[in-house]
């Protein structure tokens, strides 16, 4: 009996161990279950923190991208405003210089034209008395002073008038051609009448004035008068043949360049 107790009391015993035991593995299974569980969680967790930085950085790109861009957007169309600003800047000053050029195409056949109805007006003198050329955008009507003047005088010679009353003529039905009258003189100072040369060379071509304003009636407001005395010969003075041609008088022709001025203001402007 003591025999059969004692084998049921560790029969016992044992099946309470073993009992025992299952929910101790159990419970630590468990236990590392739930501690993966943790590690996993807290490494999902740091993922996230992570995920959410970079998305952060992203958006802050992102951003500055999106204001680069409107910058690069204004700038361009500033520059494309400043580009058309330009274009119709350079089509404006396009067409002021087709109008200047043709203008100037327009005062280029004046002169030639003015050149033209002089020489053939004044195709009866030798050229030794005057010539007809043009010079500086301008028709010079050169007259010897053999052909107009006595020398020292101021006084016109007959055939001197005449070559003036067949300019007048000229004049007179071109009335948009400007008259400027320059008097001119060798170097050799003169003695007489006259105090100088200045003096001479302004009371020729103030002489020439009053012969084409009141004998030929050419509009005074048209005619200018000048002397230059010897201060602009065509040749030398050191030779009695460049005295000679120093000493003449010069009828400068020109058409009206009001529009050409008014052009070149606006330019300007």
């Not at 000053?93 to 050029?101: G, S």
């Not at 008038?161 to 004049?171: C, F, M, P």
């Amino acid at each position: 009996m003591k025999k059969f107790l004692h084998l049921l009391t560790i029969a016992t015993t044992t099946t309470l161990l073993l009992a025992s035991c299952v929910p101790t593995r159990r419970w630590k299974a468990s236990e590392a279950a739930l501690a993966s569980a943790r590690a996993d969680s807290a490494r999902l967790a740091q993922q996230a923190a992570q995920q959410e930085n970079t998305i952060g950085q992203l958006k802050q790109q992102i951003g500055d991208l999106n204001k680069k861009i409107e910058d690069l957007q204004n700038q361009s169309g500033l520059t494309q405003s400043q580009l058309n600003q330009s274009k119709e800047q350079i089509a404006e000053q396009r067409r002021r210089l087709a109008q200047l050029q043709a203008l100037m195409d327009a005062q280029k056949k004046a002169i030639q034209d003015i050149r033209k109805k002089m020489s053939d007006a004044l195709v009866g003198f030798n050229s030794n008395e005057l010539t007809v050329a043009i010079k500086n955008g301008k028709v010079y009507v050169s007259l010897s002073e053999n052909l107009l003047f006595p020398s020292g005088s101021a006084v016109v010679n007959p055939k001197g008038k005449d070559a003036l009353g067949k300019l007048a003529t000229v004049l007179n039905t071109n009335p948009d051609i400007t008259v400027d009258i320059e008097g001119h003189t060798d170097s050799v100072p003169i003695h007489g009448k006259y105090q100088d040369n200045w003096a001479l060379s302004v009371a020729r071509s103030t002489a020439i004035v009053r012969i084409l304003t009141t004998d030929y009636q050419v509009d005074p407001v048209r005619v200018i008068a000048s002397g230059h005395s010897s201060y602009e010969p065509v040749q030398s003075n050191s030779t009695p043949d460049g005295r000679a041609l120093n000493r003449r008088t010069e009828i400068i022709l020109s058409p009206k360049l009001d529009e050409l001025y008014k052009l070149l203001e606006s330019g300007t402007d």
